[in-house]
């Protein structure tokens, strides 16, 4: 029975913010389960991320996800981070608590592995090597989830060394740099490929990438969903590899902060997938 008094709220910081997908995940989600709510577009200007953080528990929100530019910034404001925000040095969700304290979460390492486990049920994250491309804020989540999970080594690549440099320091063990001058060469024993740079996005050019050595049975997946399927993507396909784009990242990152903020942990049906593809 929904509770009249109390009219469910959440939704997503970021600036842009009209192209985030979550509303129309986490509102689906709502009206499944039949709670009475909305989860908004919040467009905050990197000056007003504090503030517009110290008003959610006053307004009566469950929380919020973080998107670009306050994925990193908004760290500082929490009352609480998780080990895996603290290892990262970023998050994307918040969670109001019932004192009104926040705390921060980060959901895309989550989100990335689970992705993976869904698209090729079995994989096992210490299969053998791994091999990720950049260095970012996404990198850092994928190589956290991929070492929760027990992967044994993780290559980082990034065209700036040192941002490879730092992630190595900051996750540990298993993340290793290689040199970007050795890309090409670095997938030669790799089981799992993952593309976490913005090369192949709409608008920007493809990886700079050779497969030729990559080995046939690989997985190979990108974070990026629009397009659908990158030149990246493309080729590894095309040379037989199993590929996995963004999306189920995206959609599983979601599944833990709306549990988080309404005590349901919602699955991704065939009818959401599709709802959220036709948008892209
Ligand atoms: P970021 O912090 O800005 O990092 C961008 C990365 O791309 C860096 O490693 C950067 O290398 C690299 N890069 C940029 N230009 C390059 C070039 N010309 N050649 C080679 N590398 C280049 O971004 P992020 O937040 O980590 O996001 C990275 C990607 O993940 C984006 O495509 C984003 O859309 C995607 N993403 C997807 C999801 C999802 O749910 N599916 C979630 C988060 C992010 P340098 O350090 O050398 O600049």
């Known amino acids: 029975m929904a509770d009249l008094d109390h009219f469910l709220m959440a939704g997503v910081m970021g600036y842009p913010v009209m192209h985030s997908r979550s509303p129309m995940l986490h509102n689906y989600w709502l009206d499944q389960h039949g709670l009475v709510g909305r989860y908004m577009p919040l467009a905050v200007a990197p000056d007003g991320i504090e503030r517009a953080l110290r008003a959610l528990a006053p307004l009566g929100f469950a929380g919020c996800n973080l998107t670009m530019p306050h994925k990193e910034t908004a760290v500082p404001f929490m009352d609480r981070i998780s080990p895996l925000v603290r290892r990262i040095g970023a ?9 009104g304290s926040l705390e921060g979460h980060n959901f895309e390492a989550f989100g990335y592995a689970e ?7 079995g994989w096992q994250a210490d299969a053998g090597p791994i091999v990720v491309f950049g260095a970012g804020g996404a990198a850092r989540a994928v190589v956290a ?5 027990g992967a044994k080594e993780i290559r980082v690549l990034n065209r700036t060394r040192a941002r490879a440099e730092a992630l190595a320091t900051d996750l540990g063990h298993p993340a290793t740099v290689v040199d970007w001058t050795e890309r090409h060469d670095a997938l030669s024993d790799a089981t799992l490929v993952v593309n976490a740079t913005n090369q192949g996005m709409h608008g920007a050019p493809p990886l700079d990438l050779k497969l030729d050595r990559l080995p046939p049975e690989a997985i190979v997946s990108d974070l990026i969903y629009a397009p659908k399927e990158t030149p990246f993507l493309a080729a590894a396909r095309t040379r037989g590899n199993r ?3 963004g999306l189920g990242m995206l959609l599983n990152q979601a599944r833990p902060a709306f549990e988080a903020w309404f005590s349901v942990m919602p699955d991704i049906t065939p009818e959401l997938r599709a709802k959220i ?4």
């Open 145 to 149: 989830g991929l070492a929760e999970r």
């Open 243 to 245: 590929t996995v784009n």
């Open 115 to 121: 992705s993976i486990v869904q698209a090729v049920p």
């Open 277 to 280: 593809e036709a948008t892209i």
């Open 91 to 99: 998050m994307n969700c918040v969670v109001v608590a019932e004192d």
